[in-house]
């Protein structure tokens, strides 16, 4: 068997740009701040990790526990709110490839997400994907993204075994499985890389780099 992992944001759901948004307010609110969005200089692009940052940036009056505690709840109500407003859109032939592997004996999934869980379910949920099949660790469980994707390896694989292949979008998901020595596809055209697709639209171009 061979484990297939997903990342979320612009990977399955075409939400990073609204995410990100509701994420820039929720801080705003909260805090009066708006934070510095350049991401690719923080050091971990999770949503604990970036307050982690933009307290040591920008807010060193907060702990991060007293910050989580307020920017999480305004930031759950902002992904609701837009997803109210419209729900949220699997990249096209997501939904499909999940199924696929979920009915697969010759995969195990898990999603592993910088994303809050809570804010994971809710577009998943909205986008119409099984959640309550998939293993998700997320920012709830750890700032690091390395961390993040331990943690779900050893939510599906009991054993530790598996060989790994993680379907992510980004340039910090490139560095993590590059990290972990992790085989890496990226979807869509944010990053580029070697072993790359579209979209899911082709289900036997996206499992062939499944290794």
Request: proline share 4%.
């Amino acid at each position: 068997m061979k484990h297939v992992m997903l990342d979320v944001d612009g990977t399955l759901i075409q939400s990073y740009e609204f995410d990100e948004q509701c994420f820039i307010d929720a801080v705003y609110e909260t805090t009066g701040l708006k934070i510095l969005n350049d991401w690719h200089n923080y050091p971990n692009v999770t949503d604990r990790g970036i307050l982690k940052t933009f307290i040591e940036r920008q807010a060193p009056q907060y702990s991060i526990e007293e910050l989580e505690n307020i920017v999480k709840p305004v930031f759950v109500k902002n992904i609701q709110n837009s997803i109210n407003r419209e729900p949220a859109q699997e990249v096209p032939g997501a939904k499909g490839f999940v199924s696929h592997l979920l009915s697969s004996n010759l995969h195990l999934v898990s999603i592993a997400t910088g994303g809050w869980g809570e804010t994971a379910k809710i577009k998943l949920a909205s986008a119409g994907f099984e959640i309550d099949q998939l293993p998700i660790a997320s920012s709830n469980d750890h700032y690091s993204r390395i961390e993040i994707m331990n943690l779900a390896k050893s939510k599906a694989d009991l054993t530790l075994k598996m060989p790994i292949t993680y379907f992510g979008d980004a340039e910090w998901d490139v560095r993590a499985c590059e990290e972990l020595g992790v085989n890496l596809v990226i979807v869509g055209e944010r990053v580029e890389h070697r072993q790359s697709i579209p979209n899911f639209n082709s289900l036997e171009q996206a499992l062939y780099f499944v290794k």
